[in-house]
């Protein structure tokens, strides 16, 4: 596993949550709010719709970030009969979780928990299917598509 | 004989284009091999069918199997935003665990810094080339197949790669190079590929 990495895209992640963070004013009940939006997102600020799709968008882009290392070197690990598929699929399914972190920090009882686990099995799938598509309309909507998904999720377990 | 790889009515074509056609090839522990042919008469694709890269149409393809394989095949991709430390720490560590005393010493005979802080994206494609060939051998494969080896090194490098090739020689590896520009490293059989068919110098 490349810890630096994974350090560094954890404390880049971490920099966009204190900046949001600080921006409700330190008050966790609005953050808790913020992640947790559902369709009522539509009734906010642009400012406030604007960052909560970049903050998904984000989501891909840092991933996409730390996945390319094992995707450029593919090749090399065939040659090697090393498995390059449960090897992509380990490093996403950790991405996968320290995305979902503060998610993960702020479940509040059973709904939360199944709120956290669809999130996470959303993403995840959505995801996998960005990176083996080589359709660069899918590639691009993929992270519209989890905003959307993920709305319904929050909206259905609030 | 040793048996090391043995290629049985190996066929491959992309569409009409028929590369391999019918092919047989046995190759022997401790076999240096050199292909040569003309541009696209399909060293790169025998070579990657060999490694698994890609799949042959039909005939069978086999590899004994407590034989390790290197391979250099055509541009060698790395993780461009890594270091050359990052890269190859990675893909020995699959296997193995990475015998840094060993891989900083072949980049040395190489003039490449293990340590290197620059990013991969930044080398030279002689520097790429370097990279290629040193992973390739640094897990001590047993085979190792070279695609165009020498291509981007400068006059002093080719020396080295020679020097290393000859080492490697002594350690009863087998070799299979494809090239266009013969370097004499000693090799005991001379192949050519030619409207999808081999032909062997005698
Ligand atoms: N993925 C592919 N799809 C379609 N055709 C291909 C593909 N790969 C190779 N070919 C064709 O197969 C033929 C052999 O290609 P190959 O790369 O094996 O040649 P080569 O002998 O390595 O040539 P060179 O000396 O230029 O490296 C060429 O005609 C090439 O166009
Ligand atoms: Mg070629």
Redesign the pocket.
Known sequence: MRINRLVILSLIYLLVYIVLFAQFHFDPKMLIDFIQLDSSLFMHTITVQIEFIGLQIFKFCLINMYIDFYIQLKEMIDIRKGNYRSILFKQIMICALIIMLPDILLIRGISGVIRVILNILVFTVLYIVQLTSKNKIVFATSPLIYCVLLIFINQSTI | MNKVIELKNITKA?GP?V?LDDIDLMISKNDVIYIH?P???????LLKIITGLLPQDKGTLYIEADETIGALIENPEFSNYSTIKENLEFLYNLKNKMDYKKVEDLCNRFELDLYDKKNVKNYSVGMKQKMGIIQAIMEDQSIILLD?PTRGLDDRSVIVFQDIMQELIKDNKTIII?A?DYIDIGYNRKIELKSGRLYEDQ
């Open positions: 992309f284009n590369v042919g541009n696209g008469c399909g060293k790169s694709t165009e494809a266009h």
